[in-house]
């Protein structure tokens, strides 16, 4: 099948090599488990209506979308989330495009689709439901994509220190743990700009290792 023909518009082909006082454009995935709070998070800081492709749980998938810890939950993402922030007082003027992935492992080829071209990703976890962070944080790790670690704070969960969740994840080090509310639009941004940060850091430290990044701030 013939490439798509690249559109002006379309993030993964926007250069984010600025011109004066253009901000630079990048690509952010949001992943996490089922009902880590992807979806709240787009919504919190997208300044357009974010494109939401959610649809009602129905009973058929009762046994492979569980709901223990989430019962409020009744809709699920199916395709992907995308809203955008601009972030002009940035110390670099930014323009952010989110994609926010569906939760469910069974979704992981649309990850990486969604993962093309992206500067990092954030990773939101629920500490409740832990192990449903295992095959995200695997994922950009086999992927060499630079994420961060965002717990978001449900209502009445266990507040855990970042190292706990770091030693519970089986993080490395350099991986930055941040805690938040996904649905406070400056909490959200401020891991978004955790994350570009660390991504920046990450680009600089495999070029000064003479290693050729997977994703560059080129590619995204
Ligand atoms: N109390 C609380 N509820 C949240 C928070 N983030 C998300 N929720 C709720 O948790 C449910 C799942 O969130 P959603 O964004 O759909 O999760 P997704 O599956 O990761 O997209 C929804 O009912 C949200 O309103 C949070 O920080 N605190
Ligand atoms: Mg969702």
Known sequence: MPSPIPRPDDPTTVSPRSQAGAPTVLKIVIAGGFGAGK???V???SE???LSTEEYLTAASADVDSLAGIEAKTTTTVAFDFGRLSLPDAPMPLEL???GTPGQDRF?????DLSRGAVGAVVLVDTRRLESSFTPVSFFEDIGLPFVVAVNQFDGAHRYHPEQVRAALELPAAVPVVICDAREPNQVAGVLLAL???AVNSAA???RAGHTPSTTLQDA
């Open 43 to 45: 919504g919190a800081v």
């Open 39 to 41: 979806t709240t998070a």
């Open 97 to 99: 495009f989110l994609f």
């Open 205 to 207: 430290t495999t070029n």
């Open 108 to 112: 992981v080829d649309l990850w990486y």
């Open 48 to 50: 357009i209506t974010p």
């Open 196 to 198: 570009v940060d660390h």
